[in-house]
């Protein structure tokens, strides 16, 4: 697999790359892609990182598993590749931004733009058998992601975690609260009450300013 990753990622993760978990993480991932169809493709494992360097990550959105549908995962929480009608959570997304910023909602759901801007689309799981949701779940990935958002609250300031939904809140527990902006929200997903009316994207570009550092397009 041609893994991509950001040179500020890898070094920032050398240490939790030569784990003996994540040794054992790397070994079923290579042999499941080898005899299982799975998601995202090889080469987009990483792509949140490849796309939100370490120095410009700037805002963090917390999701559990990659799409399971074919041409659906692309590596980025909540985002889906271009051409790919938009899942319910991300439409609900989409809906909030526009009450609450105004923009119009975007025909794609390719959330790549956003990630460009440092905005890092991270899911607990970075892949998952077809047809199969969270059949990657405790294999490793979870405690990489713990080591990535611990990095980030402990040598990082002024980022801001959208934690969205109850697994996201466990997750972004370790947290540090005293550097850095956390806004809690129901989960998108039209199952669950209460994500649309949150404010989050307004509320996370205020942050921002505030720190003096550039607002996010949604």
């Not at 909030?96 to 105004?102: A, T, V, Y």
């Not at 790549?112 to 799981?125: H, I, K, Y």
């Not at 934690?163 to 199952?191: F, I, Q, T």
């Amino acid at each position: 697999m041609d893994v991509k990753i950001a040179d500020s990622w890898k070094e920032k993760l050398q240490e939790e790359f030569e784990k003996s978990y994540f040794k054992d993480l790397v070994a079923f991932v290579k042999d499941e892609y080898l005899s299982q169809t799975v998601y995202p493709p090889g080469n987009q494992i990483f792509n949140a990182f490849d796309k939100s360097p370490f120095d410009r990550t700037r805002v963090v959105i917390i999701g559990q598993d990659p799409y399971h549908g074919a041409g659906q995962a692309n590596g980025l929480c909540f985002s889906v590749s271009d051409g790919v009608r938009i899942p319910p959570s991300l439409r609900n997304i989409f809906k909030e931004i526009n009450q609450d910023l105004g923009k119009d909602i975007p025909k794609s759901g390719n959330l790549e733009r956003w990630a460009e801007q440092g905005v890092l689309l991270l899911n607990a799981t970075l892949t998952v058998r077809a047809k199969t949701a969270g059949s990657h779940q405790n294999k490793g990935w979870e405690q990489f992601t713990d080591a990535v958002i611990k990095a980030i609250s402990d040598e990082k300031e002024n980022v801001v975690f959208l934690l969205w939904g109850r697994y996201a809140r466990d997750k972004g527990k370790v947290v540090d609260r005293n550097k850095h902006c956390v806004l809690e929200a129901p989960h998108p997903s039209p199952m669950a009450k209460g994500f649309v009316g949150c404010r989050h994207f307004s509320r996370a570009n205020e942050f921002l300013k505030s720190k003096g550092l550039a607002e996010i397009d949604w």
